[in-house]
C-alpha cells in the first residue's frame, strides 16, 4: 500500500544543480523517517541523506555541504537539493521509507529517478 514516487532526475552538467522529489502515500507522513539513497552500476546501494519525523538530517562526507535533504508535511513529500554536482554523483536515486537511516531497515522504496552529471 505504501507508494513512493521520485521525479526530478536528468542530465546536468559538473557544477550544476537538480532537486529531486519523492511524493509519498499510503503512510503517516508526518511521524514517518525518510531517506535518499543511490545506486551506481556494479555498486551497493548507499544512503546519501536522512531525515528524521522531526527533521533532523544526516549526511556522508562524501555529499555533506553539497545536498540538502528536507520535508513538506502537507505535501507529503520528501526533496533532495542536490548542488555542485560531480561525475560521480551519477547514479539511480530512490526514495526510501527509513526509520532509522540503515538500509536493513528500509520499509519501502520508490521505482529511483536517474541522474547523470557530464563532464
Known amino acids: 500500500q505504501v507508494q513512493l514516487v521520485e521525479s526530478g532526475g536528468g542530465l546536468v552538467q559538473a557544477g550544476g544543480s537538480l532537486r529531486l522529489s519523492c511524493a509519498a502515500s499510503?503512510?503517516?507522513?508526518?511521524?514517518?523517517?525518510m531517506a535518499w539513497y543511490r545506486q551506481c552500476p556494479g555498486k551497493q546501494r548507499e544512503l546519501v541523506a536522512h531525515?528524521?519525523?522531526?527533521?533532523?538530517?544526516n549526511y556522508p562526507d562524501s555529499v555533506k555541504g553539497r545536498f540538502t535533504i528536507s520535508r513538506d508535511n502537507a505535501q507529503s513529500t520528501v526533496y533532495l537539493q542536490m548542488n555542485s554536482l560531480k561525475p560521480e554523483d551519477t547514479a539511480t536515486y530512490y526514495c526510501?521509507?527509513?526509520?532509522?537511516?540503515?538500509?536493513?531497515?528500509?520499509?519501502?522504496w520508490g521505482q529511483g529517478t536517474q541522474v547523470t552529471v557530464s563532464s
Open positions: 499510503g503512510v503517516i507522513f508526518s511521524i514517518t523517517a
Open positions: 531525515i528524521g519525523s522531526g527533521g533532523r538530517t
Open positions: 526510501a521509507v527509513d526509520p532509522h537511516g540503515l538500509i536493513q531497515r528500509v520499509g519501502a
